[in-house]
């Protein structure tokens, strides 16, 4: 599943235009936490003088990004409300790790290098996501992204015609696609229009 995971960020960031380094090929021992650590990220042609990047990342606020380590937190059937953050301690404990400040003073050398953390959902209601977001700020996080945000683009961008063989999650997003099993949610959102349009031509 881990590789799944990972499948599905480094796509999102090539979409976007980076360069995706994985940290780390091997498996740590059983016992050892260090391999928290999963991308460091680099736009080549980051957008300068761009408003600041917002928290919350997605395609808009992306090209501001210059580097970037990513941390995947990919607990599915979790959403990151502020209960479930204080009451799990070890998912920030990746930012004291000797293996993530190694990758700091590796990395960070040249221009800002933000910590991202890749998480399942965030609350809905503004308060609690506010809160959330707050811990996050709080314990070291520069920014997060979720699953679904990357999977929308992803499909989006998957087109049909396309054989997508060097990559299988590119491959199987088109495939599910060109079975009508993946709708494009800013398709979906237009379709009730478009029947009420042609119901008033009547």
Do not use: C
């Amino acid at each position: 599943m881990a590789a799944v995971n990972e499948s599905i960020v480094r796509e999102y960031f090539e979409l976007h235009g980076f360069l995706v380094h994985q940290y780390r090929k091997y498996v740590a021992p059983a016992g050892r936490e260090d391999d928290d650590l999963d991308f460091f990220v680099f736009n080549p042609r980051p957008q300068t003088g761009t408003e600041e990047t917002q928290f919350v990342l997605g395609a808009a606020s992306l090209p501001s990004i210059e580097r970037a380590l990513v941390v995947i937190k990919a607990w599915h059937t979790e959403t990151f409300t502020p209960a479930a953050l204080n009451n799990a301690p070890e998912l920030f404990r990746f930012l004291k790790q000797k293996a993530f400040q190694k990758a700091v003073r590796d990395f960070g050398q040249e221009g800002h290098l933000r910590k991202i953390l890749v998480v399942p959902a965030l609350p809905q209601d503004t308060q609690s996501r506010d809160q959330s977001i707050a811990i996050f700020r709080a314990n070291g996080i520069d920014a997060v992204i979720s699953f679904r945000t990357m999977l929308t683009e992803l499909v989006a961008k998957v087109e049909r015609n396309r054989n997508y063989q060097k990559s299988d999650l590119l491959q199987t997003l088109r495939i599910l696609k060109n079975y009508d099993l993946l709708k494009e949610p800013q398709l979906e959102l237009f379709k009730p229009h478009r029947k009420s349009s042609k119901a008033s031509k009547r």
